[in-house]
């Protein structure tokens, strides 16, 4: 189990840093808000690399 946490975390890092193709660039982006109703907050989460878009989200 430690050499599969091992090998994924090397793997991230090398994909972070561009070493095999374009970097992935991550983004993160929270919101909170207060109206009528209450509190409300949200929170998006995106990767992209190249073409590609990895991407998702909660609102609470």
């Not at 840093?17 to 009528?36: F, Q, Y």
């Amino acid at each position: 189990m430690t050499r599969f946490v091992l090998l994924a975390a090397a793997a991230s890092v090398l994909a972070g840093c561009g070493v095999d193709g374009e970097p992935i660039r991550p983004s993160m982006t929270a919101n909170l808000g207060v109206g009528e109703s209450g509190l409300h907050t949200s929170t998006h989460l995106s990767a992209r690399a190249g073409n590609w878009t990895l991407s998702t989200g909660l609102g609470l």
